[in-house]
Each structure stands twice: as structure tokens, then as C-alpha cells.
């Protein structure tokens, strides 16, 4: 048995995402799969996270807090 997990994703990211797996053959549920299985298996997050993202990073961090922020409704929840 599975559970549904269910999280916020800006919509442009993944249109490009869903276009990257699919080159790659896989889909973005699959790689969300692939990830926290690397994590249960390494104990670790399979790259870095940093607080000193640099600019040519996927998002800065002011970009993703405004995104997140925009998508925070825990208040209808």
C-alpha cells in the first residue's frame, strides 16, 4: 500500500521539471520517490544544502520564501 503525499509546487517549475524526467525517462513523482529513498538509505540528503546559495543557484532564497509565502493557505486548512 501507498500513501499520497501531497506538496506546493510553483507551476512553472515543474512544467521544466516534468520536461527534464521526461527526457530522462521518468516522471516527477518518480524522482520525488528516488529522493527519499537516497534519504532513508545514505541518512543524508543526496546533495548540498547551503545558506549561502549562490547566484546562479536553481532559486534564490528571497524568490523561494516569496513563492512559498504565496503559496501558504494553512490558514484554510
Do not use: H, Y
Not at 524526467?21 to 537516497?38: C, D, W
Amino acid at each position: 500500500m501507498t500513501e499520497i503525499f501531497r506538496v506546493r509546487v510553483d507551476p512553472k517549475l515543474l512544467k521544466k521539471t516534468q520536461q527534464v524526467t521526461e527526457q530522462m525517462g521518468t516522471s516527477p513523482g518518480e524522482l520525488v520517490r528516488m529522493l527519499f529513498t537516497q534519504v532513508v538509505k545514505r541518512r543524508t540528503i543526496p546533495f548540498e544544502v547551503t545558506a549561502d546559495a549562490r547566484t546562479d543557484d536553481l532559486m534564490d532564497i528571497k524568490r523561494r520564501n516569496r513563492i512559498l509565502l504565496s503559496l501558504d493557505d494553512s490558514e484554510g486548512w
